[in-house]
């Protein structure tokens, strides 16, 4: 087992408070948005060993059969399959979606074709994978989901009088749900330049002086204020409105139109950072590529349901690269499985690690540990809270 020290991502929409908490450090003020936990190049955690610390995608790559496993390393190669993450968000996220694997395989050659540089602001796709993804709130925590029934946002939209306002309820009108849906998003991610701050000024202040009880009453403004001229606060109204109350869980796969808008989680996904925007961001908006990815389908909310095994909550969506494992809070007993690598956090308490081969390790709130395939099962017990992140199938 090698302790890890991990790179926190400063985004704009970021907590103060805590993921410095989480750590046990004074906050300095800034933005602390993301902390991430395993081998992706954008932000690779260093891996502490007898020998030396070095970057974990190195101690991957010295021995990956025997750091990940052989049925690991036969199937992903030489890489970490997937990416845990400490989310704290004080502000929305930007509105987005994730590419199916074929997408982002066939968008990464493109780009590297065009030679256009892998972190250039521009670029689509930073890598060839998929993202497919599972939040699991820690407090109460606010998204925007999937579609809802056009019929639900056109009710919404009755009694606005604003050219925008008529011309989504028209769109919406359609008697065929995904081209209902893919004609408003269209729409408003096609306003031209020029009358995009005016039309949508005029549709939220509209919204904003009627009476309104429904779930999105509040959002539309609240988006507006934050990201003025911005059509993703419109088509916030396409979308679910979610809260997540602590335990709860969702899985977003490829295609799923999601933001999430406030509060603290657990995130594993697949090792890959492709994100495509639709709005409510000052980053890269390809309205075209995202509108071919896009779902349009009107489906239930993606709640994630758990099985209980041997002491622990397993959340294992389908999706091969992860699974999600909770134990606790309170007093623990359980078993991790160990046929391949596993990332381990401890939220709070004073919780020990004891792996079939090797030492174990004490975890206190905030620290984490990787623990290589030839480890074996893991036996985590204690006082307090734990997250890991392992293989999903083989």
Known sequence: MHRLTNQVR?????ARAAIPRLLGIEPDGTPQAELWLGAHHGAPSTAHCV????????LIAADPRRVL????????GDRLPFLLKYLAAEAPLSLQVHPDAARARSGYEAEERAGIPVDAPHRNYRDPHHKPELLLALEPFDALCGF????????????????LAVLLRDDLAHPDTQTALRAALTRLLSIPEPDRGRLIGVFVTEWAERDRRCAHAEIVADLADRYPGDPGAVAALLLNRVTLWPGQALFLPAGNLHAYLQGTAVEVMAGSDNVLRAGLTCKHVDAPELL???DFSVLP????????LEGRREFRPAAPEFALH???PGRITAHLPGDGPTVVLALRGDVELVAEVGEGVTL????SVFVQADSGPIKVEGHGHVIAATVGVH
């Open 10 to 14: 400063p985004y704009a929409w970021g």
């Open 51 to 58: 020998d030396g610390s070095r970057p974990l995608p190195e």
């Open 69 to 76: 496993g052989p049925r690991t390393a036969d199937r992903f």
């Open 148 to 163: 809802r029934e056009p019929a639900a946002t056109r009710t919404d939209l009755l009694g606005l009088d604003s050219e």
């Open 292 to 294: 071919d990815v896009v």
């Open 301 to 308: 909310i993606p709640y994630a349901q758990p099985d209980f």
């Open 326 to 328: 909770e134990i606790g």
């Open 364 to 367: 206190s709130r905030g620290e």
